[in-house]
């Protein structure tokens, strides 16, 4: 079911227009996204983990003046591989948001050694993961922590909304971090980014979804295409189902992010 509201699509675009004006690098990309979604769904732990999928081990960033010490994170490492959201992102290739409450029961979460000797030490209950980069040897999310109350449906579908256009940002700042380095540009996993849309647009569809991208009007998209508001909004019922969307804002993140995820692919 979708709870997802028009502020939500807009909360998420003005999220993604901050992280992309300070994601100039992988670091910068990590300290926006973290202080970002912290403030978009509510946590009391967030950061960003790479999880090195080979050794069992974890780098984290978090927010600023936030941080797990040395023992903690060696308790994580030590239950790495029984961790519910390592498996089914890291092992199993899920790649939606989900919560540990999605992964595993609660009763059998607080019966767990990582449980014990982890999130109760640290004292944390719940835990939303969201998916940046998978690869045979990575794994990096962005990870959401609370003491008391779940994360709730309307959270995840929050989180999920905005998790192509992250990974997108992410893999955006990786490539530039080779560059700066001297090094041939590394191409990440394409599967992260939206999939291509179900259908194709035709290129009058284009056209409108492109005017519609620069804040034009169903009025303003008429005049300059020389056809009816009536026509327009015709094309723009066509769209929403081609991009299986409901609303403007969500066709044109759509859009724009399945432009962009081409462009990168045929650089």
Not at 216 to 240: F, G, N, Q
């Amino acid at each position: 079911m979708n709870h997802l509201t028009r502020n939500d699509y807009a909360a998420a675009l003005r999220l993604l227009a901050c992280i992309e004006a300070q994601a100039d690098d992988v670091e910068g990309f990590a300290r926006a996204a973290v202080v970002a979604l912290n403030s978009y769904v509510a946590s009391e732990l967030t950061t960003l983990s790479v999880c090195d999928l080979r050794t069992g081990h974890r780098q984290v960033v978090g927010l600023p003046g936030v941080c797990l010490g040395a023992e903690d994170i060696a308790c994580f490492d030590r239950h790495f591989f029984e961790h519910p959201l390592v498996r089914l992102h890291g092992l199993h290739g899920g790649r939606s948001a989900q919560r540990m409450s999605d992964a595993v029961g609660r009763v059998d979460f607080q019966r767990s050694a990582l449980y014990a000797d982890y999130y109760r030490r640290i004292g944390l209950e719940h835990a939303i993961a969201v998916l940046l980069h998978q690869d045979k040897d990575t794994l990096v999310s962005i990870v959401l922590n609370r003491h008391r109350l779940d994360f709730s449906e309307r959270d995840r579908e929050r989180l999920e909304l905005l998790r192509p256009h992250l990974a997108f940002l992410y893999g955006h700042a990786c490539r530039v971090a080779v560059h700066a380095a001297g090094g041939a540009p590394a191409p990440l996993p394409v599967p992260l980014l939206l999939d291509p849309a179900p259908s194709e647009l035709t290129a009058r569809e284009c056209d409108v979804l492109q005017w519609l991208a620069c804040g034009k009007t169903d009025a303003d998209i008429a005049a300059l295409l020389s056809i009816s508001p009536r026509t327009v909004h015709k094309h723009l019922e066509h769209i929403y189902v081609k991009l299986g969307v409901e609303t403007r804002t969500a066709a044109v993140m759509r859009f724009l992010a399945v432009r962009e995820s081409r462009a990168v692919a045929a650089a």
